[in-house]
């Protein structure tokens, strides 16, 4: 890894586990987000990943859902950076064989903000990566097994994040 504090690029289905809280992921990506406000990692999501977060929110863009979506990603935002997606992404996942071209993306991305980890409930899709992919308990081990870091054992998320 090539910092103290990993940069991490988190994929769109764990953002929406974290903001509905959908169960049984819930807890992990609130461990994962209370790391990033405590500066422990750096959370990163691109900025294409917003508007598709927006659209997930507000179920296909309600607008009497917007004000609490908006809300939710204000928070987001509030300890989570976002990555720019400019042509050469763009064109470099066009030219991708990846079967899914939405990982294709976050994977350029990736490598445009030389991330350390990929997190997604779907790692199979970064099957291709030369950047590690997995959900949080698979990065929660490896840091463990890396650094001697059981993240589980950390008290200062008793605060709701």
Known sequence: MSSSHPKLLLDTNVIIDY???????YQDIRLLMGLGRANECSLWVS???VTDILYILTGG??????????AS????????????????EVDK???????????AMLYQVALSIQADWII?????????????ASDCT????????????????MNFLQTNF
Not at 79 to 86: I, K, L, P, S, Y
Not at 139 to 152: C, Q, S
């Open 19 to 25: 903001l509905e809280p959908r169960e049984p992921f």
């Open 47 to 49: 900025a294409s990943q």
């Open 61 to 70: 863009g309600k607008p009497s859902s917007t004000p609490t979506a908006l």
């Open 73 to 88: 990603l204000r928070q987001l935002r509030s300890f989570v950076n976002v990555a720019d997606v400019g042509p050469d």
């Open 93 to 103: 996942m066009l030219e991708t064989t990846w079967a899914d071209a939405e990982d």
């Open 120 to 132: 997604s409930r779907d790692a199979n899709g970064f099957e291709d990566s030369h950047i590690p």
């Open 138 to 153: 698979g990065f929660f081990k490896a840091m463990e097994e890396e650094r001697g870091i059981v993240y589980a054992e």
